[in-house]
């Protein structure tokens, strides 16, 4: 499976927009990108996920760069609900399960 | 339309003792996947599941733990003779499986605390 880096932890400031970077350099062609965030102690919830095409939903964007080794996660106008460990995935062809990595702890300040 | 659904929420259990954690999937869907947080570390999957077959049972112990997805009534993952190690939250999901990569969605998960 293509191994994600992310930042182990952020801050951002309430109403600013949130931006969330994750690395993963040997990604294949044919995996998927995808975003799950877990507020505390809930089980995770899905974002959105991408190819290579840039991704937009109601709650959040997707920003893949052209080569695929990067993307990154927009949260356009941060809550305080927002905080939360934000995950980033690659999912393998084929592949069901999803292998959650340590993900960024996104603290949102008033 | 109501999400994944998970009981108990939280589970005591002594050293020894049996744990059944169910997993009602969403209405509709018939894939279910198991997944297990220690305290202080990410989720690990444990097992996907369709209806009355395990498709990937990777992440299981090998002892002690056993899963089923029975024809009519919910998911069920059992933890025989607990130990302390055990001592986790247990997330369930599912999915349509209607595509190539369908969503996973969780419920609240249930956690055990084994004393």
């Known amino acids: 499976d293509a191994k994600t880096t992310q930042p182990t932890s952020m801050d951002c400031a309430e109403g600013r927009a949130a931006n969330l970077p994750c690395n993963h350099s040997t990604i294949s062609g044919n995996e998927y990108v995808y975003w799950y965030r877990q507020i505390h102690s809930q089980g995770p919830q899905y974002i959105i996920h991408g190819l290579k095409n840039n991704e937009t939903n109601e709650m959040a964007s997707l920003i893949i760069t052209e080569d695929r080794k990067s993307s990154t996660l927009i949260l356009p106008h941060a809550t305080l609900r927002d905080t939360a460990v934000y995950y980033c995935i690659v999912r393998p062809q084929g592949a069901q399960k999803l292998v959650f990595g340590q993900g960024t702890r996104l603290t949102i300040n008033p | 339309n109501a999400g994944v659904m998970q009981n108990p929420r939280h589970l005591v259990r002594r050293r020894g003792q049996e744990a059944r954690l169910r997993c009602s999937p969403m209405k509709g869907h018939s894939h279910v996947y198991w997944y297990r947080q220690l305290p202080e570390e990410g989720l690990k999957f444990m097992v996907y599941?369709?209806?009355?077959?395990?498709?990937?049972e990777s992440g299981m112990p090998k002892e002690r733990f056993s899963a089923e997805f029975p024809k009519e009534g919910p998911s069920i993952l059992r933890i025989q003779q607990v130990v302390r190690g055990d001592s986790a939250a247990y997330f369930c999901a599912s999915s349509g499986g209607t595509g190539r990569f369908d969503e996973q969605y969780f419920g609240p998960g249930t956690r055990l605390t084994v004393t």
């Open positions: 599941l369709q209806k009355e077959n395990i498709i990937d």
